[in-house]
Each structure stands twice: as C-alpha cells, then as structure tokens.
C-alpha cells in the first residue's frame, strides 16, 4: 500500500492503495464520487475524463499513486458551491446534450477544459475536440450545439445537419 494525497474538488484526501489501483476506481470506490465513469476501461470512450492539474486527463489510465499531490477535479466539482449548474452544465441541459447521460461527464469535462483553453472555438474545433470522447445515443449535434452555447456563440456559428 502506497499512501496518496490528493485536492479533490477543493479538499484535501488522503488514501492508502495498492500500486495498481487506477485513479477512476480511487475516486468512484474510496471517494464515492461516482459521477466518473468507467465506460471501456481501455482509454476509448472518454467517460472517466476528470482534470489532474487543469489538464483533461482520461482516469482509468491514469493510477491514483502518479496522482498524489495534484490537484483534481470531477464532474461533482463543476457545480457551484450552492449547487448551481455550471455554465456548461446548464448549456447541455439546455440544448439537450444528453441522451442517457453516461457519457455526459466526461463530455462536460472535455468540453470545460477546451473552452479553457479556447474560449471561442469553431464547431470544426469542438468536434476535434470530442474525438476521444464516445456517445452511444447521440449524433453529437446537440452535444456540440451544448459547447457552442457555452462559450457564448449563438446557433448561426453551427452548421445545418
């Protein structure tokens, strides 16, 4: 057992694991934070994205020992402190981003780390963005519909399916 500490969505934890415990199984099963989710387990599907120092990172690649001392956050963090949506959260409520909500979390996760680091982005760039992130119920025009909102461009920025 190898001792881990970590900010997760602001807060100071600190967990024994094993070697091989993967950082998604760290925060679903010791921290319940179970709004990462394991879709493939095999860095396909994008649903387990968190943010490991600012930087989108896929956490069922990642072990929670090459973790400690970051800084993480989840889909639970997104919200604001009084439970509010985030602006991207209520972005995809809004233009219905979702279907079954699986891969939501890892969408909106994908998706605040772009409009960081790219505050107004094309639809051609937000669709490159989603590559590494997988719907199985969408056609991902509302998804990038949802983005494109979010970063304050109106409907005329996305082309006519």
Do not use: W
Not at 62 to 78: V, Y
């Amino acid at each position: 057992m190898t001792k881990v500490e970590m900010t997760v969505n602001g807060k100071q934890v600190s967990r024994d694991v094993e070697g091989q415990t993967l950082l998604v199984s760290m925060l679903r099963e010791d921290l319940r934070l179970t709004g990462t989710h394991v879709g493939c387990d095999t860095s396909q599907c994008g649903a387990c994205v968190v943010h490991v120092n600012g930087k989108s990172v896929k956490a069922c690649t990642m072990f929670a020992i090459e973790a400690d001392g970051a800084d993480i956050k989840t889909i639970e963090g997104m919200a604001g402190s009084d439970g509010s949506l985030s602006v991207i959260q209520s972005a995809f409520q809004e233009h219905h981003g979702l279907q079954c909500g699986f891969c939501t979390p890892g969408m909106v996760m994908t998706a605040a780390n772009l409009l960081k680091d790219n505050p107004k982005p094309t639809e051609a760039e937000v669709r490159h963005h989603l590559q590494g992130n997988i719907c199985r119920c969408t056609g991902y025009h509302n998804i990038v519909k949802a983005i494109m909102a979010a970063s304050g461009q109106d409907d005329s920025a996305i082309a006519a399916e």
